[in-house]
C-alpha cells in the first residue's frame, strides 16, 4: 500500500512570497491532515478535511495560509505572504474513518523563510 | 500547563539498554494514547498504541498508560542502533471518524554501538 505523498520536499523562498505544497492521502482514507512542525516542537494540527469538508481549521492562520481538497483526495496548502516565523516541516497525514485514530503521515515539506 | 508534556532529552544509553520515554497530559478526555517514532528528516511513523489505561507490547516496545496519574510510558528493550530517532507521545481525543492527536515536543533517542 502506498504511503501519504507530499511535494516538493524542500522549499527555500523570501518573505512576503507565496508558497504551496501538495499531498496525496493514502487511498481510502477519507480524512486528510495538515500539520506544522517547528524545529524542536511536535507536530500541530492547522488543519483537518474529511472528504472535501473542513473538520476544524481554528489553527490555521487564515490571514495567509489556505488549504483545499479537491473532489475529497489531493490537498493542497497555500502560503501567501510568508513570513520568517513559518519556516517550518509541513506534514500531511491521513486516517480511515473506521481508525480514524490511527494518523500516518507523509515525508514532509521543509519550509525555509529568508 | 500544557496538555501534553514530554521530556526533551536528549537521551543517550549504550546499545542493549532498556529506555524508558515518558509524558504526561492533563486533558482527562483523551482515549488513545500514540506513540510515533521520527527518524532525521522524515515524516513521523506510528509504532503503536493503547486505548484506555494498561499495557501493549509489541516485540521489544511497551507501551503503558495510567489515566489515574495521567502518565504515559514507552519502554523500548534490548536497545539497537537502530531505535536512535525522537519518540512522540501523542494522545487522541473525539469520536467517530473525527479525532484530534495532541503531541508532546519529542525526547530524542540516541542509542550507542
Known amino acids: 500500500e502506498a504511503g501519504v505523498a507530499q511535494s516538493p520536499r524542500y522549499k527555500i523562498i523570501e518573505k512576503r512570497q507565496s508558497v504551496a505544497f501538495w499531498c496525496n492521502p493514502i487511498?481510502?482514507?477519507?480524512?486528510l491532515y495538515w500539520y506544522q512542525q517547528i524545529l524542536g516542537q511536535g507536530p500541530k494540527l492547522l488543519i483537518q478535511?474529511?472528504?472535501?469538508?473542513?473538520?476544524?481549521d481554528s489553527q490555521l492562520p487564515k490571514d495567509r495560509f489556505s488549504a483545499e481538497r479537491l473532489k475529497g483526495v489531493d490537498s493542497t496548502l497555500k502560503i501567501q505572504p510568508a513570513k520568517l516565523e513559518d519556516s517550518a516541516v509541513y506534514l500531511c497525514a491521513s486516517s480511515f474513518d473506521r481508525v480514524a485514530y490511527e494518523q500516518y503521515f507523509g515525508p514532509g515539506t521543509r519550509l525555509t523563510v529568508t | 500547563q500544557k496538555e501534553v508534556e514530554q521530556d526533551p532529552g536528549p537521551l543517550s544509553v549504550p546499545e542493549g539498554a532498556i529506555v524508558s520515554l515518558n509524558c504526561t497530559y492533563s486533558n482527562s478526555a483523551f482515549q488513545y494514547f500514540m506513540w510515533y517514532r521520527q527518524y532525521s528528516r522524515k515524516g513521523p511513523e506510528l509504532l503503536m498504541y493503547?486505548?484506555?489505561?494498561g499495557n501493549k507490547e509489541d516485540g521489544r516496545f511497551t507501551a503503558q498508560v495510567d489515566k489515574s496519574s495521567k502518565y504515559i510510558s514507552l519502554f523500548i528493550r534490548d536497545s539497537q542502533p537502530s531505535d536512535s530517532a525522537t519518540y512522540l507521545c501523542a494522545p487522541g481525543a473525539g469520536g467517530g471518524s473525527n479525532y484530534k492527536l495532541t503531541f508532546g515536543k519529542g525526547t530524542l533517542l540516541t542509542v550507542n554501538p
Open positions: 487511498s481510502g482514507h477519507a480524512t
Open positions: 478535511f474529511q472528504n472535501n469538508g473542513v473538520v476544524d
Open positions: 493503547t486505548y484506555s489505561s
